[in-house]
């Protein structure tokens, strides 16, 4: 009875039927968000059990080692040294990233890449956790945001900036804009 029922769930959930746009799009996104919300539970955690620890540096530091990670995956994928701003921004530019936060590349050049995030998941689980729009910003910009300064750290030719963010709640989408350094 057991492996039957174990069965008729696997079947359930047709693994072997192709999934649509939206579908995938709805999972991603609520990886994405998942994975923001077990985040955040480890910051309140932190604060709550030791407050003598600065939690937002422990995110901060953690979400910089994961950048820096996957910069060092990109990097060994193209060469450090010939990685400019185009290929740091299709480095870090996958399918599931560019329907879950909504992405458009509108530069790509040898001098200058900029992407636009018009949706963030992790701004959305925040709000749907109760945080207000500071925390929401302060969230991003200080703490999880810094995974993206962290991609392209080895990358000796280029600088990453964000001048805006979904999280800064002003109506603008992120915009990812990576320059050469000269």
């Not at 994975?35 to 600065?54: A, C, G, M, N």
Request: charged fraction near 30%; charge should be negative.
């Amino acid at each position: 009875m057991s492996q039957e029922r174990i069965n008729e769930f696997v079947d359930s959930l047709k693994l072997d039927e192709p999934v649509s746009p939206e579908v995938f799009k709805a999972a991603v996104k609520s990886a994405y968000k998942d994975r923001s919300t077990q985040i955040y539970f480890i910051w309140k955690k932190l604060k709550e059990l030791y407050p003598e620890v600065d939690a937002n540096r422990v995110i901060r530091e953690g979400s910089w080692d994961f950048g820096l990670w996957q910069g060092k995956k990109i990097a060994e994928k193209y060469g450090a040294e010939n990685i400019g701003p185009a290929e740091a921004v299709l480095g870090q530019t996958s399918k599931g990233g560019w329907m879950t936060f909504e992405q458009e590349i509108t530069q790509l050049d040898d001098d200058r890449a900029v992407k636009l995030f018009h949706a963030c998941p992790h701004a959305e689980a925040l709000a749907e956790l109760g945080e207000s729009p500071e925390t929401i910003r302060m969230f991003c910009r200080e703490m999880l945001g810094h995974c993206d300064y962290a991609i392209c750290e080895p990358f000796p030719n280029v600088d990453i900036d964000f001048p805006t963010t979904v999280a800064d709640g002003e109506g603008q989408p992120c915009a990812m804009t990576i320059t050469r350094v000269k």
